[in-house]
């Protein structure tokens, strides 16, 4: 069993940064795929980014690319996603996400994450 915590969530305006992070138990993080999804109201579940177990690759959904990079560090159980230049779209509830494959060929897909965190608000004001 997984358990994930996320923190870091905030209110900030508009061109601000915010960093994530994710906290995981278990003594196997280091084979695990990790990944960051946000939902807004109404709105499905989307994908932000993904890393793979050895950090080596990453993914990143294209609203976001060039403005967060995501993270690991596999001795402290951490996965984190630092966002720059933030705009009101990007407010939202990110979600910590985990699938027990080292590396995804669909790292956007929500259903192949077996382990989810609750959750951080992330608000962005114009």
């Known amino acids: 069993q997984v358990q994930l915590v996320e923190s870091g969530g905030g209110l900030v305006q508009a061109g601000g940064s915010l960093r994530l992070s994710c906290a995981a138990s278990?003594?196997?993080?280091?084979?695990?795929?990790m990944a960051w999804f946000r939902q807004a109201p109404g709105k499905e579940r989307e994908f932000v980014a993904a890393?793979?177990?050895?950090?080596?690759?990453?993914d990143y959904a294209d609203p976001v690319k060039g403005r967060c990079t995501i993270s690991r560090d596999n001795a402290k159980n951490t996965a984190d996603l630092q966002m720059n230049s933030l705009k009101p779209e990007d407010t939202a509830v990110y979600y910590c996400?985990?699938?027990?494959?080292?590396?995804?060929?669909?790292?956007?897909?929500?259903?192949?994450?077996?382990?989810w965190g609750q959750g951080t608000q992330v608000t962005v004001s114009s």
């Open positions: 996400a985990s699938s027990t494959l080292g590396h995804l060929k669909w790292p956007g897909v929500p259903n192949q994450y077996g382990y």
């Open positions: 278990g003594r196997t993080f280091s084979t695990y795929s």
């Open positions: 890393i793979s177990d050895s950090g080596f690759i990453t």
